[in-house]
């Protein structure tokens, strides 16, 4: 009980009164405050962000899905003879849901073909209103953010054909808050034609966990009639989610991240487009679309287009899905075919933080040998540390053979392991091994899960001075044993050293004389102590950092005690906090 009322800041009533989520409600004035406060920042934010026309938004604890039906529903009212919602084309199950949970009957808009790109046919959509009469059609529900190689629909051209037809218009800007064209296109949307409402999510633009969208709009009694269709009351977690993150990033913040976000993706398209030309191929020209890249891929059978999502995954390119448009698909009694001369694979990095906002750039380059055309960058150790999600398309052209590894050699156990290296660029940085975690308060193994088979795996083509040659060239760039194990594993397919070379990582440096004069456990200990007493020069009064320290030190003189014992130091060697910063510099 305790752990839950901190978890929720002891505020347990959520937001809202029973009839509308924007409502104060007396009993709890805390959560009111938070929820008018939150909606106040995510206005301002919205205005930065490039929508600078909006005039009102407010937050609701459901997802973009869930979020669009609301809107939907609130329409009711105003044209209660109309069924239909006019839908141009997008391969999301979320948004088409959307509709058939409301319930209205959504009337599909194929695309058309621009290059590489599938754009709005704008034709298409008129030739629907006229078919069945602007007083049948409850709104358009169009998109701004998509994965390649669909573009952003032509929301301007859109909205101005429902305001001459007085049609309803609603956008899914689930991801489009941190795009600026984006949230320009809606600007001007809403300055030439009609926009009712725009829904984004929270999770994908904020930096906060999934459960929340935003509906904001330009018409204040609109949006107060789409609060007030929510039944009941509503947490208030997402809210106060949302204020933190706000207001911890200020001003600057929240537009250094937008900014940041622009010149990531750049960089993601640019390193994406040296290794398709190193293979041969090309990223697809989809340039209204800077939110998803688009990959030719040419060096994958047919059969092995399912298998292609857990290759990518065990390099760290997680939530993989390979989409054949070849197939039908059916949502809601809605048949979906694709198209017979395509196939498409869709590539989502992910982190386990769902943040397209939190990309981070490692300094570490890319060497010409570790660019493969799984994806460029995903890996710490070879550029990119990417928290988040990026959505790449690769168009499947060409089939020759691809030499896959076979399943028996790799057991379900190491595929979870390799699956969990961690993508935020700090897990080798902290790797503590060995005696250290006897010093450690949970006195755990942390540890991947070993395969089963003890043999080197058959599609390994690396033999023992391979792999060694390896471990010496990463040890000369100064790595630890650790990271080079897990470099090892990562990109070289290599689960355990001494499986392939007969010996451990350790040894192997010895005999060549490149072992650290350090055990690794004990410098990462060592780091840990000189990082804490930087920081207590400039915040002396900080009396858990000492505590901490102190502890720190503690370990430190346990286990140099141990490694002496065992003579893997010198008799006479000590630890001295003031030549400690030398000893890891």
């Known amino acids: 009980m305790t752990l839950v009322r901190r978890r929720h ?3 347990g009533h959520g937001i809202g009164r029973s009839g509308d989520l924007e409502e104060v409600q007396p009993k709890a004035a805390g959560s009111s405050v938070l929820a008018k406060l939150a909606s106040a920042f995510l206005k301002d934010a919205l205005r930065i962000a490039g929508v600078t026309r909006v005039t009102g938004c407010f937050l609701v604890p459901m997802a973009t899905g869930m979020t669009l039906t609301l809107c939907l529903l609130s329409l009711r009212k105003q044209r209660p003879q109309a069924r239909y919602v006019l839908f141009p084309r997008v391969d999301q199950k979320s948004c088409f849901k959307s509709i058939s949970t409301a319930g209205y009957e959504a009337v599909v808009v194929e695309n058309y073909r621009s290059g590489d790109e599938l754009s ?9 209103v006229e078919r069945l009469g602007a007083s049948s059609i409850v709104c358009v ?3 701004t953010s998509c994965f390649a190689p669909r573009s952003p629909d032509d929301i301007v051209r859109i909205a101005t054909l429902c305001r001459n037809k007085d049609i309803p218009h609603i956008i899914n800007n689930a991801y489009g808050v ?3 064209k984006c949230m320009h296109l809606i600007n001007e949307a809403a300055r030439l034609g009609r926009v009712d409402a725009f829904v984004q999510s929270t999770d994908k633009n904020f ?9 904001a709009g330009f018409d204040k009694d609109l949006l107060h009639k789409i609060s007030t269709a929510y039944p009941g009351r509503a947490s208030a977690t997402v809210g106060v989610d949302v204020l933190i993150t706000l207001l911890s990033l200020g001003v600057k913040g929240w537009k250094k991240l937008l900014e940041q976000r622009k010149e990531h993706f750049s960089t993601l398209r640019a390193q994406l487009e040296e290794v ?4 041969g191929e090309r ?3 989809t340039p209204k679309n800077n939110i998803s890249i688009g990959m030719t891929l040419s060096g994958v059978k047919e059969e092995d287009l399912t298998r292609l999502g857990s290759m990518l995954f065990l390099r760290n390119v997680s939530g993989t899905r390979v989409i054949t448009t070849r197939d039908l698909k059916t949502i809601a009694n809605t048949t979906f075919i694709g198209k017979k001369e395509k196939r498409m694979v869709t590539l989502q990095v992910l982190d386990n933080l769902d943040e397209p906002l939190n990309w981070t750039k490692s300094p570490v380059p890319l060497s010409p040998d570790q660019q493969e055309l799984t994806v460029a960058g995903t890996d710490p150790q070879r550029g990119w540390s990417l928290s988040g999600r990026s959505h790449v398309a690769v168009d499947v052209k060409k089939l020759p053979d691809v030499k896959w590894p076979t399943i028996p050699d790799w057991s379900p156990r190491i595929l979870r392991s390799l699956s969990l290296t961690t993508l935020l660029g700090s897990s080798s940085s902290n790797t503590s091994v060995s005696m250290g975690r006897m010093h450690a308060p949970g006195k755990g193994i942390s540890q991947s899960a070993l395969p089963y088979r003890r043999s080197v795996p058959t599609w390994l083509k690396l033999s023992s001075e391979d792999v060694k040659e390896q471990i010496f060239k990463l040890a000369k760039k100064g790595l630890t044993p650790s990271q080079i194990g897990v470099i090892l594993r990562d990109s070289h397919g290599v689960a355990q050293v001494r499986f392939v070379t007969g010996n451990k990582i350790l040894r192997i440096l010895k005999a060549k004389g490149l072992a650290p004069d350090i055990p690794e456990d004990l410098y990462q200990l060592i780091k840990k102590a000189v990082a804490i007493r930087k920081h207590l020069e400039r915040n002396r009064k900080d009396k858990d950092s000492k505590f901490r320290l102190i502890l720190v030190e503690s370990r430190i003189h346990r286990l140099a005690r141990y490694y002496k014992k065992k003579a893997v130091l010198p008799p006479n060697w000590k630890y001295e906090s003031s030549t400690a910063s030398a000893l890891v510099a």
């Open 9 to 11: 800041f002891g505020m």
């Open 120 to 128: 709005t046919d704008l034709d298409a959509l008129e030739k629907e």
């Open 141 to 143: 529900l169009s998109i």
């Open 178 to 180: 941190q795009s600026s």
């Open 207 to 215: 930096l906060v966990p999934v459960g929340g969208a935003i509906v």
């Open 276 to 279: 398709a030309a190193k293979h």
């Open 283 to 285: 990223v697809l020209h």
